[in-house]
């Protein structure tokens, strides 16, 4: 009798599962369908004056280096050399201490 119990209730949370991802799969589904941008995550509403030049532009910036720098430390390894300090920020404090007054 218990048995029957619980193999119905463990019937009845199985099809509640398999009920939940049949929806999610059609959330998927709906969505693929439409072709273009996404919005980011939890930013679907929101709406920025932030241009992809502007992206674009940050991303030559902070990446023009780039290529240059994984070249030379390549190089670096294939010599077995160490790896130099990381250059600090100005704002950023000395390691190991407070900054100085």
Known sequence: MTDDILERQ????????????????????????HRGPRPLEGYAGGHTSWTDQQDDDSARQVHAGDAQASWEASERQARLEPEPEPARREDEPPPGGERSR
């Open 10 to 33: 463990h019937q009845r949370e199985r099809e509640q599962e398999r009920r939940r991802l049949r929806e999610e799969e059609q959330k998927d589904l709906d969505v693929e369908s």
